[in-house]
Nanobody, 121 residues
């Protein structure tokens, strides 16, 4: 059973950087595409990024393109979201989510507990 645990959230200022981590247990991450999905009050849930199981392909939402990047380290069974040039509108709960297939897509099978990211103006 795959379990995902996010970490790295917190409060910071506009223009700052933060790295989120998604640590997996119960299964090898190499079998799963992993995405980052955020939820902010009053906004639709938004998948901000995804990385394929082997790490060869990534997708990034237009809202964060050029600022966020996802990567993975399969030796650590961990996926990262590097967040740069943070804006107040990035404030949200960020969830790590897994697809039970190698390729990225729009549906998710497993979720982490979420980590709060708050960006002050």
């Amino acid at each position: 059973q795959l379990q995902l645990v996010e970490s790295g959230g917190g409060s910071g200022q506009s223009g700052g950087s933060r790295r989120l981590s998604c640590a997996a247990s119960g299964a090898r991450l190499v079998y799963y595409a992993i995405g980052w999905v955020r939820q902010a009050p009053g906004k639709e849930r938004e998948a901000v990024s995804c990385i394929s199981a082997g790490g060869s392909s990534t997708t990034t939402a237009d809202s964060v393109k050029g600022r966020f990047a996802t990567s993975r380290d399969n030796t650590k069974n961990t996926v990262y979201l590097q967040m740069n040039s943070l804006k107040p509108e990035d404030t949200a709960i960020y969830y790590c989510a897994a697809r039970s297939v190698p390729r990225c897509g729009s549906t998710w099978d497993s979720w982490g507990q979420g980590t709060q990211v708050t960006v002050a103006s």
